[in-house]
């Protein structure tokens, strides 16, 4: 088994334990959390994404 492999098993488990004590649908959860990375990449590109000045004459 593979790093990878053992990780995602332990978040499928950890994620079923998480859910049964959040409360909260599945559908739900699952579009907060798309909704958490997309903010979050947009974020990170925004702040790695170069500075250009502009010259004003």
Do not use: W
């Not at 990780?7 to 959390?33: I, K, M, W, Y």
């Amino acid at each position: 088994m593979t790093a990878e492999q053992v990780c995602r098993a332990l978040n499928q488990r950890c994620e079923a334990v998480f859910h049964r004590r959040r409360g909260v649908p599945e559908v739900r959860h699952t579009s907060d959390l798309i909704r958490y990375y997309r903010k979050r990449n947009a974020q990170a590109a925004k702040s790695h994404k170069k500075q250009r000045h502009r010259c004003v004459l």
